[in-house]
RNA sequence: GCGGGCGUGCUGGAAUCUAGGCAUACAGGCCAGGCUUAGAACCUGGUGCUCGAAAGAGCUUGAGGGUUCGAAUCCCUCCGCCCGCACCA
């Protein structure tokens, strides 16, 4: 008997899938294109290769292979691509610190990644690969930016921006968490900076809206909903009448205007200055707002802080009832929302009523609490829930969520207010002072201003330079010889924009790519982007909640409104797998923690690496890598082979299980079908695979303690083959090499050729069960019993039993409960 | 603080929490036995807790209560852990 030898079985079957091309799929209208098999596009999330792709990465792929695999046997037309997000700091940062272009770096790490790919046995189709560094994609990513500018999705703006002084750029508000630079962790600053934006905020209602059109775990939806943050309100005027300027503000709860004791701007809010001036309190406003200006947005992020603020000395009238009310300046404000500047409620609001308390103004009540709960002092104030309105005029008695809106009419008759909708969502800041991402295609001419490069210009081919260190400009500033160039327009001398796009750009439209990806006429051919798209089944870490799937969302969005395609969401359905960790850490370099995928496929073969982390447990939730446990997958593959090696040597193929009824063969045949018809709801239901690779463990278990019995007549034979057979072809999809040899030596067939197994329902269901009988709820027999049997022969067959006369005898039976088919309850007293 | 998720043997996790009906499938670990000069590997069996020689009985799904003939599953209260948002007007 052989021994299972992953490694040599793998390579054949690896090199019989790259030479046979087997996991290619043509487009529509290509040689090979079966028009009457449905589509189905699997895709993981666009890996940004550096270093060792490790067991987390392994985890992504041999989720989306499984899929992929079994959609393929099911029927379906797979299209399942591979590529690489190749821009980006990492490499940059190394190029910094040794000198290394950052093509050549990442261009290495491309070739690991492919490697370990390679050697994972994915079923990825390699002719559709892409990579975003390549000119051939790149100048895509720019066309894409030149019809966003020409819809004036892309514009030049002057802006507060948060900026890391570490990674000396500007990020996205998505990539500063917490007040501190995503990628670094140190504390961002804001500068004042002309950047480029994408106007995602033109597509806020979309965006939050079509979530309801796609099937994406709640969690997910919910984080963008929350990002995204619509509220509806209205926006209220009040005026300055000793300066003459007006301030809108924006408020969800007009009900409580009659409330607002005083107002409120943001250090930031352009009108301070003027206010202050020349008031007493002219020096304290510059030094309080210098200050806030320069506190980090994690110093001034923090609730539980005191509320700190100036007055300035100036009043505005509230517009509900003439009502002068001092102004102030506090950082509890923050420019970025609304207007940057409320009017304060303290007695209907918990921050007004902090700022209220600590400099001591006026509490006023407008609706009348009816939740104890809610207060927070003798008076029930702040109250923040529903009641009747008072102190409020003519709106005296009336529910405030009436009111609510015959103000806001109210107000809009007078000119002094309207209903307003506002967004947390801020527009998508592109630019970035660095060498290692996308041109932007445009230049600078003195005539002509912002110039866009012409169609026909692209790619604006990124130049080689010396030195790659950020010195608050990009470096691509150095390469003088590239940035001066000629306006496209006039002719004249023009500069080129030195900035670079965040990568996140080019992530948010590889999936169209791929669809015609050596396209060189076009970013791609409508007709192939409209037969594959959406994809069908998108997987990847709930890390991206955010950034990559709301920017990808826009995108779609703003291209199909130009007509390039044809959808409305790229990614129909969402899984988000879980974290593998170790030691229950997160895997990480500097904790040392980390599980190589390479490593780990060295010692017990790509099999089971992949097979292992779809058992670990479910596979959305996270789980601890266990040596132990991988060893356990290992061996349970090990049986697989053994019993192969056994069948082959001891029994002979054309003998016929399906005569067998009864005895050990036709057990094994009906666990057969039950394993199928278990993985198949197994993967069809929520990707349970850690119970589908169970249910074909319990399968081998059955025929290992039956096979002995069923050598030597040929119908046991038979069941024997088939059951070996089965769970080779229901093991395929987590774990390909091996069954794919197990398959082919009893069937002599490729199993990835052969439609996926229907169980046989005839088999699936016994002519008996074993009937629970419980008395006053509790177990107290299994008794065997006739499928068919009826109410009165399964109370019979109950009553009959001795463990149950025990528990009756001499008792009344009050009440009997029958389930046909399950069991039977006696309520005895 | 708000929103979401979770809590089951020694461990990871099963049991269509989405339809209430045998709690602990499968795997790891541990124990015993077989094979072996010995070990590794492999094979077989056992393994929730308590009492009991056994038959058996009682208890058990974070804690407590409720609904029900019957609750891991549904409802209420509480405790603990994880994730997201967090001065968003």
Same mark, same amino acid.
């Given at each position: 008997?052989?021994?299972?030898?992953?490694?040599?079985?793998?390579?054949?079957?690896?090199?019989?899938?790259?030479?046979?091309?087997?996991?290619?799929?043509?487009?529509?209208?290509?040689?090979?294109?079966?028009?009457?098999?449905?589509?189905?596009?699997?895709?993981?999330?666009?890996?940004?290769?550096?270093?060792?792709?490790?067991?987390?990465?392994?985890?992504?792929?041999?989720?989306?292979?499984?899929?992929?695999?079994?959609?393929?046997?099911?029927?379906?037309?797979?299209?399942?691509?591979?590529?690489?997000?190749?821009?980006?700091?990492?490499?940059?940062?190394?190029?910094?610190?040794?000198?290394?272009?950052?093509?050549?770096?990442?261009?290495?790490?491309?070739?690991?990644?492919?490697?370990?790919?390679?050697?994972?046995?994915?079923?990825?189709?390699?002719?559709?690969?892409?990579?975003?560094?390549?000119?051939?994609?790149?100048?895509?990513?720019?066309?894409?930016?030149?019809?966003?500018?020409?819809?004036?999705?892309?514009?030049?703006?002057?802006?507060?921006?948060?900026?890391?002084?570490?990674?000396?750029?500007?990020?996205?508000?998505?990539?500063?968490?917490?007040?501190?630079?995503?990628?670094?962790?140190?504390?961002?600053?804001?500068?004042?900076?002309?950047?480029?934006?994408?106007?995602?905020?033109?597509?806020?209602?979309?965006?939050?809206?079509?979530?309801?059109?796609?099937?994406?775990?709640?969690?997910?939806?919910?984080?963008?909903?929350?990002?995204?943050?619509?509220?509806?309100?209205?926006?209220?005027?009040?005026?300055?009448?000793?300066?003459?300027?007006?301030?809108?503000?924006?408020?969800?709860?007009?009900?409580?205007?009659?409330?607002?004791?005083?107002?409120?701007?943001?250090?930031?809010?352009?009108?301070?200055?003027?206010?202050?001036?020349?008031?007493?309190?002219?020096?304290? @406003?510059?030094?309080?707002?210098?200050?806030?200006?320069?506190?980090?947005?994690?110093?001034?992020?923090?609730?539980?802080?005191?509320?700190?603020?100036?007055?300035?000395?100036?009043?505005?009238?509230?517009?509900?009832?003439?009502?002068?009310?001092?102004?102030?300046?506090?950082?509890?404000?923050?420019?970025?929302?609304?207007?940057?500047?409320?009017?304060?409620?303290?007695?209907?609001?918990?921050?007004?009523?902090?700022?209220?308390?600590?400099?001591?103004?006026?509490?006023?009540? @407008?609706?009348?609490?009816?939740?104890?709960?809610?207060?927070?002092?003798?008076?029930?104030?702040?109250?923040?829930?529903?009641?009747?309105?008072?102190?409020?005029?003519?709106?005296?008695?009336?529910?405030?969520?009436?009111?609510?809106?015959?103000?806001?009419?109210?107000?809009?008759?007078?000119?002094?207010?309207?209903?307003?909708?506002?967004?947390?969502?801020?527009?998508?800041?592109?630019?970035?002072?660095?060498?290692?991402?996308?041109?932007?295609?445009? @230049?600078?001419?003195?005539?002509?201003?912002?110039?866009?490069?012409?169609?026909?210009?692209?790619?604006?081919?990124?130049?080689?330079?010396?030195?790659?260190?950020?010195?608050?400009?990009?470096?691509?500033?150095?390469?003088?010889?590239?940035?001066?160039?000629?306006?496209?327009?006039?002719?004249?001398?023009?500069?080129?924009?030195?900035?670079?796009?965040?990568?996140?750009?080019?992530?948010?439209?590889?999936?169209?790519?791929?669809?015609?990806?050596?396209?060189?006429?076009?970013?791609?051919?409508?007709?192939?982007?409209?037969?594959?798209?959406?994809?069908?089944?998108?997987?990847?870490? @709930?890390?991206?909640?955010?950034?990559?799937?709301?920017?990808?969302?826009?995108?779609?969005?703003?291209?199909?409104?130009?007509?390039?395609?044809?959808?409305?969401?790229?990614?129909?359905?969402?899984?988000?797998?879980?974290?593998?960790?170790?030691?229950?850490?997160?895997?990480?370099?500097?904790?040392?923690?980390?599980?190589?995928?390479?490593?780990?496929?060295?010692?017990?073969?790509?099999?089971?690496?992949?097979?292992?982390?779809?058992?670990?447990?479910?596979?959305?939730?996270?789980?601890?890598?266990?040596?132990?446990?991988?060893?356990?997958?290992?061996?349970?593959?090990?049986?697989?082979?053994?019993?192969?090696?056994?069948?082959?040597?001891?029994?002979?193929?054309?003998?016929?299980?399906?005569?067998?009824?009864?005895?050990?063969?036709?057990?094994?045949?009906?666990?057969?079908?039950?394993?199928?018809?278990?993985?198949?709801?197994?993967?069809?239901?929520?990707?349970?695979?850690?119970?589908?690779?169970?249910?074909?463990?319990?399968?081998?278990?059955?025929?290992?303690?039956?096979?002995?019995?069923?050598?030597?007549?040929?119908?046991?034979?038979?069941?024997?083959?088939?059951?070996?057979?089965?769970?080779?072809?229901?093991?395929?999809?987590?774990?390909?090499?091996?069954?794919?040899?197990?398959?082919?030596?009893?069937?002599?067939?490729?199993?990835?050729?052969?439609?996926?197994?229907?169980?046989?329902?005839?088999?699936?269901?016994?002519?008996?069960?074993?009937?629970?009988?419980?008395?006053?709820?509790?177990?107290?027999?299994?008794?065997?019993?006739?499928?068919?049997?009826?109410?009165?022969?399964?109370?019979?067959?109950?009553?009959?039993?001795?463990?149950?006369?025990?528990?009756?005898?001499?008792?009344?039976?009050?009440?009997?409960?029958?389930?046909?088919?399950?069991?039977?309850?006696?309520?005895?007293?």
């Amino acid at each position: 008997m052989l021994r299972y030898d992953p490694a040599q079985i793998e390579a054949r079957w690896r090199r019989i899938w790259d030479e046979e091309h087997t996991w290619e799929v043509p487009n529509p209208g290509q040689p090979g294109f079966d028009d009457s098999a449905p589509k189905c596009y699997v895709l993981e999330m666009l890996p940004y290769p550096s270093g060792d792709p490790h067991v987390g990465h392994l985890k992504n792929y041999a989720i989306g292979d499984a899929i992929a695999h079994y959609r393929r046997r099911n029927g379906f037309q797979v299209v399942h691509p591979m590529g690489f997000d190749a821009f980006g700091l990492p490499a940059e940062n190394n190029a910094i610190k040794t000198g290394e272009p950052p093509r050549v770096a990442t261009e290495r790490s491309i070739d690991a990644y492919k490697k370990a790919f390679d050697r994972l046995g994915f079923s990825f189709d390699w002719a559709r690969e892409l990579s975003s560094h390549e000119p051939s994609y790149y100048r895509w990513t720019q066309w894409i930016f030149l019809k966003l500018f020409e819809r004036g999705l892309a514009y030049r703006d002057e802006a507060l921006v948060q900026w890391c002084p570490f990674d000396q750029t500007v990020l996205a508000n998505e990539q500063v968490i917490d007040g501190r630079c995503e990628r670094c962790g140190n504390l961002v600053e804001v500068r004042e900076l002309e950047q480029w934006f994408f106007r995602i905020t033109d597509y806020a209602d979309r965006l939050l809206d079509d979530l309801d059109t796609i099937d994406w775990p709640e969690h997910v939806k919910t984080m963008q909903r929350n990002w995204i943050g619509r509220s509806h309100g209205a926006e209220v005027i009040f005026r300055c009448e000793e300066l003459g300027i007006e301030f809108p503000v924006f408020t969800t709860r007009p009900d409580t205007l009659f409330g607002a004791t005083f107002f409120v701007l943001a250090p930031e809010h352009h009108d301070v200055e003027r206010l202050a001036a020349g008031t007493e309190h002219e020096d304290a @406003v510059r030094q309080y707002v210098n200050e806030a200006i320069r506190a980090s947005a994690e110093e001034r992020g923090a609730m539980e802080r005191e509320k700190t603020g100036v007055p300035l000395g100036r009043a505005v009238t509230n517009p509900v009832n003439g009502e002068e009310i001092p102004m102030f300046v506090a950082d509890y404000v923050l420019m970025e929302y609304g207007t940057g500047a409320i009017m304060a409620v303290p007695g209907h609001d918990d921050r007004d009523y902090a700022f209220a308390t600590a400099f001591d103004l006026p509490i006023l009540r @407008v609706i009348e609490g009816t939740d104890p709960e809610e207060a927070q002092d003798d008076d029930g104030l702040p109250y923040s829930g529903d009641g009747e309105m008072v102190n409020s005029e003519r709106f005296d008695g009336k529910h405030n969520r009436e009111a609510h809106d015959e103000i806001v009419s109210w107000l809009e008759s007078e000119g002094c207010g309207k209903p307003a909708v506002h967004y947390r969502l801020r527009d998508w800041l592109v630019s970035r002072q660095r060498y290692w991402g996308c041109p932007i295609p445009v @230049v600078y001419c003195e005539t002509d201003g912002i110039v866009p490069l012409p169609e026909d210009h692209l790619p604006v081919l990124l130049p080689e330079v010396d030195d790659y260190a950020p010195k608050g400009q990009s470096p691509l500033a150095a390469a003088t010889d590239w940035v001066n160039t000629e306006c496209p327009k006039c002719g004249g001398p023009a500069r080129r924009e030195t900035d670079t796009m965040d990568t996140f750009v080019d992530s948010s439209w590889y999936f169209l790519r791929y669809l015609d990806a050596h396209n060189d006429e076009a970013a791609w051919d409508r007709a192939a982007v409209d037969y594959w798209m959406p994809v069908d089944q998108y997987i990847g870490g @709930v890390e991206h909640a955010i950034l990559h799937l709301m920017y990808a969302r826009f995108f779609v969005k703003a291209l199909a409104d130009m007509d390039f395609l044809g959808v409305q969401e790229p990614f129909a359905r969402l899984f988000t797998q879980g974290m593998i960790t170790r030691d229950g850490a997160k895997m990480s370099s500097s904790k040392g923690n980390v599980v190589s995928a390479s490593e780990t496929v060295e010692r017990y073969g790509a099999d089971t690496a992949r097979a292992y982390v779809c058992f670990m447990g479910p596979p959305d939730k996270g789980g601890d890598w266990t040596d132990k446990s991988v060893e356990g997958v290992h061996r349970f593959l090990t049986r697989l082979w053994r019993l192969k090696e056994e069948v082959v040597e001891r029994t002979s193929p054309g003998g016929d299980a399906d005569g067998a009824t009864q005895g050990p063969a036709a057990e094994l045949l009906r666990k057969s079908h039950w394993a199928i018809d278990k993985v198949t709801r197994d993967i069809e239901r929520d990707f349970g695979f850690n119970t589908a690779i169970a249910a074909v463990m319990e399968l081998l278990n059955v025929a290992y303690t039956r096979k002995d019995d069923l050598y030597g007549n040929p119908a046991g034979e038979a069941a024997v083959r088939f059951a070996t057979q089965t769970a080779a072809s229901i093991l395929f999809p987590f774990a390909p090499h091996l069954s794919a040899e197990v398959y082919e030596a009893i069937t002599g067939r490729r199993v990835w050729e052969d439609a996926w197994p229907k169980p046989d329902p005839a088999l699936l269901e016994s002519d008996v069960f074993t009937l629970v009988v419980q008395v006053n709820g509790k177990r107290r027999a299994g008794v065997e019993a006739p499928a068919g049997a009826s109410r009165d022969e399964l109370l019979d067959l109950a009553l009959s039993d001795t463990a149950v006369r025990r528990h009756i005898d001499g008792k009344q039976v009050v009440k009997e409960i029958v389930v046909p088919g399950k069991l039977v309850n006696l309520v005895v007293k």
